[in-house]
């Protein structure tokens, strides 16, 4: 981990964004393999990612702040994970992948936008306890988070009204 990171949850979660960014960039690479793999860690970083937050962020943020701002995260998280569900279950190489790739590149976008608004923005205002009790359910939580959520596991996470 790198040491800016040190307590410091929004670091986590910007390098996150960095990274699942930077592999969606290399999914339109020419060579095949490159685009295949890229693809793969795609679908793992996204999932993972997504899964973090979802336990750690969107608790602190509904506990703290607003229940509109969790339900429109959680929204957005299950248009991310239809994308990331598309990918899974075709072929890499077939011609539907690139325009699944973009509509996804849009998605996460948006999605590292609206989090840097709705949540890592708030966390600037956390006590020095608060954000390392945060930080350490983030890393925790990454080494457990599954690789993979299959989208139909967290139906019980839309809003409801």
Known sequence: ?????S???????????QRILDFLERCSSSNEEDR?????KVIAEISKHLSVVEECVLHFVKDRF????????????????????DLEVIDPLEPRVPGILESL??????????????CISKLKDCDPATAASLFDSLT???????VRVPINLHHHLLPTA
């Open 7 to 17: 307590a410091d949850p929004a670091a986590i979660l910007r390098e996150d964004h």
């Open 140 to 146: 925790k939580e990454r080494m457990i988070a599954p």
């Open 105 to 118: 590149t849009e998605a996460f976008k948006s999605h590292v936008q609206n989090e840097e608004e709705r």
């Open 36 to 40: 295949i793999t890229a693809i793969r």
């Open 1 to 5: 981990m790198n040491s800016k990171t």
């Open 66 to 85: 607003s229940d509109v701002m969790h339900d429109d995260a959680i929204k957005e998280h299950l248009d991310i994970k239809r994308l990331v569900a």
